[in-house]
């Protein structure tokens, strides 16, 4: 499905779309605007979502060591 009909399907009329590609760590192995630093989506959505991708990672993080230590 193309972003496109996505928006379609929403009820919307898109008049405009941009796919990307986000490097979150930061190694961007394809310029830009193809591809985002994580550093930088804050400022790319306008919107804080850096922060709560960081709190999954740390829920991930706690429940993969929980699961190491769990085999030991």
């Known amino acids: 499905m193309l972003l496109p009909d996505y928006g379609k399907t929403l009820g919307l009329t898109p008049t405009e779309t941009h796919s990307h590609i986000v490097f979150y760590y930061g190694l961007l192995s394809l310029p830009?605007?193809?591809?985002?630093a994580g550093k930088d989506l804050?400022?790319?959505?306008?919107f804080p979502v850096v922060e709560a991708i960081e709190c999954v990672n740390s829920y991930f993080v706690d429940r993969l060591h929980?699961?190491?230590?769990?085999?030991?």
Do not use: R, T
Request: cysteine-free; glycine content about 0%.
């Open 32 to 36: 830009a605007p193809l591809a985002i």
């Open 42 to 46: 804050d400022s790319h959505f306008n």
């Open 66 to 72: 929980a699961l190491i230590e769990q085999d030991k």
